[in-house]
């Protein structure tokens, strides 16, 4: 494990940021991950007033929040992670956080399952140069041992901006049932749900602003040559195939879990008689409460494996946590009633937690840097 990470004994001798500064960026990356999160997942609570303002159907709907977003969202990490091993990864970051926010902001001006569709697509691609450009950057600004825990917190805040669009989706939708259209100047009448994507993209702009803050970092740990084709990184990729498969299969399990739950409040209205907007609540809070603590001990665990000298740290705390979280995964859609389907999420969304950091974690732990942001894209498709 520890030879195929790409990393020598020289980085001790290497100058690294400051810490304050390294943490400063990490900062800013769990933000924009909070944000994306926000403006992919409060479709979830919006599925009934879009429905009946667009005449959509269920079927409309699981093709807004899953193919308009997730196939371009995957497929696109490989150019732009391409892209990443090549060329200053933080200008990328930063015009994806501005394609994604404006995309945002232009579900809100929809008058059409196709306009939503194409809105919808432009969120992903926007968000498709997140990761592979935070899990490449974010090694070269800290030593081996404290990128683990950089990375678990930047993972964070995927949980905190789920919890987050979740919560205040459900304050939303209260809202959306007793609101009515307003005519703004210019954009004409607006429905409560558009304002919201509005409201909620325009954020980012002011994010991505913001990011230009971060300096692009030296290259470190290079084993060879820097901005490897394609076509490398398969052939490094094939002769380490189980390490790799075995972590790019598991996240699959953990990510088909966890996108499924775009309709859990739905499930709550519809199976147990809970209201859209009071069971986002109580999703939003277990996400929020789960998530974070999820992410903290599972970097933690990692970080005292590997102390300890086990190479494999993150892969041992992704392997238990996967197997972990399987039964509440099933049973919580087979529970009598809410209240044990809320139970049963509590375990199930620290498990998945974990799951998600411990697995970023172990990508860019065994990914060598020349081919790291390809390898994490690949991961993410």
């Not at 432009?122 to 090694?139: D, K, Q």
Request: glycine share 10%.
């Amino acid at each position: 494990m520890t030879g195929v990470s790409g990393h020598s004994h020289r980085e001790l001798d290497e100058h690294y940021p400051s810490r304050i500064y390294a943490w400063f960026v990490v900062a800013l990356l769990i933000i924009a991950y909070i944000v994306s999160f926000i403006d992919r997942g409060v479709m979830s609570l919006l599925v009934g007033p879009i429905k009946a303002d667009l005449g959509l159907t269920d079927v409309h709907m699981s093709w807004l929040m899953g193919p308009a977003f997730g196939l371009f969202y995957a497929t696109l990490g490989i150019p732009i992670a391409i892209a990443a091993d090549r060329y200053n990864r933080r200008n990328i970051i930063i015009l994806g956080v501005a394609l994604w926010s404006l995309a945002t902001a232009a579900n809100g001006l929809a008058t059409s399952f196709l306009f939503l569709f194409l809105a919808r697509m432009m969120v992903g691609v926007g968000e498709a140069t997140l990761s592979p450009c935070a899990f490449s950057i974010i090694p070269d600004y800290f030593r081996r041992k404290e990128a683990l825990r950089a990375v678990g917190f930047v993972t964070m805040g995927q949980s905190i901006g789920a919890g987050l669009a979740i919560v205040l989706g459900g304050q939303v939708v209260v809202m959306v049932s007793e609101a009515t259209s307003v005519n703004w100047p210019l954009l004409g009448p607006l429905q409560p749900w558009q304002m919201v994507f509005i409201l909620l993209g325009l954020p980012g702009v002011v994010l991505a602003l913001v990011m230009m803050a971060i300096r692009e970092p030296k290259r470190r740990g290079y084993a060879g040559e820097s901005g490897r084709s394609f076509a490398d990184t398969l052939r490094f990729l094939s002769t380490r195939w189980r390490a790799f498969g075995a972590v790019f299969f598991g996240n699959s399990v953990v990510t088909t879990i966890g996108y499924s739950y775009f309709w859990l409040p739905t499930l709550f209205e519809r199976t147990w008689g809970v209201e859209a907007g009071q069971a986002g609540i109580y999703y939003g809070l277990v996400l929020l409460i789960c998530g974070p603590l999820g992410v903290i001990c599972g970097a933690k665990l990692s970080e005292i494996l590997y102390g300890r000298g086990r190479a494999n740290a993150p892969y041992l705390v992704f392997s238990a946590s996967v197997i972990s979280v399987l039964p509440f995964a099933v049973a919580l859609p087979l529970a009598g009633n809410a209240t044990l389907a809320v139970i049963f999420l509590v375990p199930l969304m620290f498990g998945l937690a974990i799951a998600s950091a411990s697995s970023s974690a172990a990508v860019v732990h065994i990914a060598p840097a020349e081919y790291r942001g390809q390898i994490s894209a690949m991961y993410l498709l």
